[in-house]
DNA sequence: TATGAATGAGCATTCATTCAT
DNA sequence: AATGAATGAATGCTCATTCAT
């Protein structure tokens, strides 16, 4: 039942930044940004609520039902602002992503200034720092086969805002390698997340610190 | 997709894992396999269909029927095995430890021979090996976060089996020591196996390059 | 689709015909419409909206937002004019048999001056004119079991009208003879623009010649 | 999902024609028959249910689930045998024109010893025969601007059975004009149905005798 | 013992209608 | 008065599991 989407009245009255800049091509529709307060926290709890449904259930195993229950809200409101299950997912993840590619443009400013062990340091902290948002994120991505595109898409976000940052503290550095560093580097960070979710680990400090130390020695390498 | 269940005698979700204890049992000629025979081959092609399956859409997206259809076994006799969908997974990851495990024991008795480099890529290239049972696992994994138990017990097999490995190379190693390392080093294998399961990355190759040499560093600085 | 009503004051569905009853009202200038016709524009275009959607797609699958958004109304507007779809529903069919009633009627002034089977001509050239709002009338009769009082009244009008134009052309002709007859030839006017509407069927035109000669026939054998 | 669907044991044991000839090609898949009695019987009752369902309400307001609950089985039974709702119209379609098509292969075996009139009245017979079936029947075509294909299948089959009875009443009847003549017929017997349906109108048997005699005046006009 | 038809709770999604703004 | 966001009952359909044969 084809369903339109006005451009809806743009008023630039209070129009900050929203609280959830979802951008350009989601699945297949966007979800519709409500114009004012109420909706606004609206939005925000129900994104709140699927953030946390999705990493305690994973995507197929979380209900549109207790996703709209969590929040508080009626299940027409929840399909109101996200028309599919798919779309609230994009949400997620765009929302996440946008979340780490700020942390991360934070780090570009003071990478300069760091030793190779101390940005590795800061880079390997940068995905625990989300742990419910990345718990949802990655159960999203990895329950859905069909979420490749957008899995490809927050990967190169990631990925250029990490050679950003390796560029910021080593100019000199031919782009070709950063990128293909950042890589490298993206899969550390995501080590470090892993070991950050299992809390109960004896040697998860030392793990840990064994990741960045790798990380250090791999960067300082690369940048001798 | 939370689903009731009908008067099922429940099983712990972690017991009976059929898979992996039949042994042996050799048979006199052809025309009727004797019925151990059978159930050997038969639970291999339920096993082999089942990781192709959760492989392609993820534990809640594949059903039993699918899985029964494409080893070419009715609905029926999947049960008589796995009596529950949580078995079948169960029964996956186990076999996806075992194989794993003995690809480790096997390297266990090369470390001695092995330069830190040459360690290190041997190590990252055993997770990369097993492709859809990789991708299955990881499936299972993490669309369940009631297969938690499961996990844990997975990584507890491999670090153990790595940390043999390691102390296999340098016996003086204190068992602590390689226990944490071991722990940094699954992350880094887990990371080369995510840049395999991604081929069109331009800097692929460089980067898992990359992970390789830092592993390498890593271990030779722990050795040192 | 059966969905319940939320408290609503659930009018009879015979009542409220908005569209037929709103005379004609100037107006002074242009900028400001006054508000009676404004209304009677909206209210036009509301009803084309709703005879091209219930054409299109029938009865249950039309939406009355879709219906809104194609006349270019809010919502809120559409139920200002109609407060159920079933009043629009109503409204529809009530302008389609005021429609048919004054095709009729001005066939009637010229009825004598005709042959039988210019008269038969034209008599089945009546439905197919007005395709749209058939298909729309048609949608609605055949897709509502509940709307079979709305059917009788509308064949009930056709069918009178029809008489008068018999009788117009025959005045001898007694009042009961021209109402069966009258029941007969809407049958026929209906199998007409049945043909009307299939128009890549290899025998249409003859077929269509072939309900005109019958009814030809008929007329001819009956006033003879 | 996927749902695969077997060309089942074909045992040629009892294997008569079964209770409904479902043929080749509806909307998207096809009922699957049952190969044993009870399944006989239960698709009898789902099928009866289903017309009689679709004739109260109509294709859309007809629920899957009212249509189970009076055919006495449970939902997930229908959707055994009709795994969607659209297969099952298309199958009772298609069983209603099977029967229409048996009728008017009997009338054929008679036709050529009948006078003009007496064929248009057995003609003008056959539709009224069914009652809910046609009634049925009416509410899937007309609801369904998706369902045109098998209308046309349905009218296409109707017509070829008309024109071979007019060429068993008068072989020399070129095949263009059998063809052409029984769509025309085809309408009146549309005509002659919707009578019946309308049984308190005062005219109608009147009416109906109209129609008959018009339908005889054409056949014998043409057959002269 | 082996089979696969049967079961029904649960899920994603829709949309007529209301009413706060 | 005019608007369109909010509401939630109802719908088509799925699939793990059972059990009669």
């Given at each position: 039942m084809?369903?339109?989407?006005r451009?809806s ?5 209070t ?11 989601p699945?297949?529709a ?10 606004r926290a609206?939005v925000?709890?129900?994104l ?7 990493a305690?259930k994973?995507?197929d ?8 229950a969590?929040?508080g809200?009626?299940i027409?409101?929840?399909?109101q602002?996200?028309?599919?299950k798919?779309?609230?997912?994009d949400?997620?993840?765009?929302q ?8 991360l ?12 062990d ?11 720092s989300?742990?419910v948002e990345?718990a949802?994120?990655?159960?999203l991505i ?5 979420m490749?595109a ?7 976000r ?9 560029r910021a503290k ?6 070709e390698r950063a990128?293909a560093m950042a ?7 995501k080590g470090?997340a892993?070991l950050?979710d299992?809390?109960?680990l004896a ?11 790798a ?6 390498d690369?940048l001798?």
């Open positions: 084809k369903r339109f989407m451009m009245s743009q008023k630039s009255t129009d900050a930044t929203p609280a959830t800049a979802v951008p350009i091509a699945s297949t966007a979800p519709k940004m409500p114009s004012r307060e109420r909706g609206r925000a709890a129900l709140a609520a699927a953030s946390a449904v999705f305690e994973g995507y195993a979380a209900t549109m039902t207790e996703i709209a969590r929040a809200a009626p027409g409101s929840l399909y602002f996200f028309p599919t798919a779309v609230l997912a949400a997620l993840l765009t996440y992503a946008d979340a780490l590619v700020a942390l443009i934070d780090l570009e400013s003071r990478a300069a200034a760091l030793s190779p101390a940005l590795a340091a800061a880079l390997l902290a940068v995905l625990p989300l742990r990345r949802a994120a990655f159960a990895d329950a859905r086969p069909d490749v957008q899995q490809g898409q927050l990967r190169a990631l990925r250029q805002a990490i050679a950003a940052v390796l080593s100019p000199t550095l031919p782009a990128a890589v490298t580097l993206l899969q550390m960070m470090a892993a950050g299992e809390p109960d040697q998860g400090h030392e793990a840990q610190a064994g990741l960045v130390h990380a250090g020695l791999f960067i300082a690369a001798a």
